[in-house]
């Protein structure tokens, strides 16, 4: 049986499609016109947005030229401490 998704990697997957939307919202395109603009499924970005499925790096930098931002606006932690702490809780106890 595969081991439970750490939360620290659950948070990252909805931040980073957080990012996604607000972005994508911000040049006012909806995700069939972002979708359409990178040569991808609607239902692809759909599942990147709201952390259904984890974009590869390759797709990242993608979406990032697609949305005119740079791939650190898309991946960067915002709260190193925030990880941090949810990496300990995935850590089983002693």
């Not at 970005?45 to 590869?56: F, G, N």
């Not at 930098?61 to 932690?77: F, H, K, P, R, T």
């Not at 925030?82 to 990496?87: E, S």
């Amino acid at each position: 049986m595969p081991e439970q998704e750490p939360d620290w990697s659950v948070l990252r997957r909805r931040a980073i499609g957080e990012r996604i939307r607000t972005a994508r919202r911000h040049r006012k395109l909806t995700q069939e016109q972002l979708a359409h603009a990178i040569g991808l499924d609607r239902r692809t970005v759909h599942r990147y947005e709201t952390a259904l499925r984890d974009p590869t790096l390759s797709m990242l930098l993608l979406i990032a030229d697609g949305l005119e931002v740079s791939l650190a606006a898309l991946v960067e932690v915002s709260s190193e401490l925030d990880m941090r702490q949810a990496r300990r809780d995935d850590r089983p106890s002693r």
